[in-house]
């Protein structure tokens, strides 16, 4: 056998011998540990500082702490603190301080995300107090004025303020902002009222039949009023907005003959020829 083939078959067995001892290497019976010499453990699990057991991130035994990680250098990072306490900042994760007075739970005790009041929000000003929901403001979810989400009753919310719920005009009980900067939409009418028009609604005007009760639109501007939805007793709705009187002593009568009374007023009753005696 010359030469070469003697040291190629050397340098074969010697990388034969290799393989055979790095696949006769036992692996760690450290549990939840996933390299050799446990130098990196499952997830969910943190290393122990002598390297010797793999912990879950619940008994990462920082007080007040309810998931950690590991941090540079092995130190430990609290990713969510329990109920009422935060970190100090976003870049320091060490601990779990009270949150200010008034936050029920914190991010970091500079941020806060909820407080114990309806009526108070968190502010964004780094402070992580809560401060007041603009006036007659039922809640928000950030305090200060013109943030409001939801008025108290009897207010209407106008561009984040309240603002009593007659808007402003007579007879409206609830609006919408307008176009303009200070504009404002009646979208409901109290009883007997109407607004001009459909696009109109800048206004509550008196329904065109007196013994009307509701009206959407009046037909001041189109002149075609959509007609009432509800009569005062003993009157029925027809579609030219007015209200047609029933029989004498009629409660209630049919809308396509009027003349025939469907309910008679206490004390009377229906008669043969529709009316009520």
Known sequence: MDV???????????????????????????????????QKCDAQFLLSADAKSCQPFTTCQMERCKTCVLGVGGTKRCLEC??????????DQ???DKCKAGCSQCITVKQCATCNSPNKAPKLDGSGECGDCAEHCK???????????????????????????VCGMPHCKS??????VTSVRCTACEQGYGTPSTTDRSRCDPCPDKNCLDCDTTGVITGAPDGCSLCKDGYVEQPDAICKACPEHCHHCLIEDPGTCLQCQDGYYRQRDETCK
Do not use: F, W
């Open 82 to 91: 329990v109920t009422g306490y935060g970190t100090p900042n976003a870049t």
């Open 4 to 38: 070469k083939m003697i040291k190629c078959c050397v340098a074969l067995l010697t990388m034969l011998v290799v393989v055979s001892r790095e696949s006769s290497a036992q692996p760690t019976t450290i549990p939840h540990c996933n390299t050799v010499t446990c």
């Open 94 to 96: 060490s601990r779990c």
């Open 175 to 180: 609006c919408e902002p307008g176009v303009g």
């Open 139 to 165: 809640g928000c979810l950030i305090a200060g004025a013109g943030k409001c989400d939801e008025c108290q009753d009897g207010y209407i919310k106008l561009r984040g303020k309240c603002i009593k719920g």
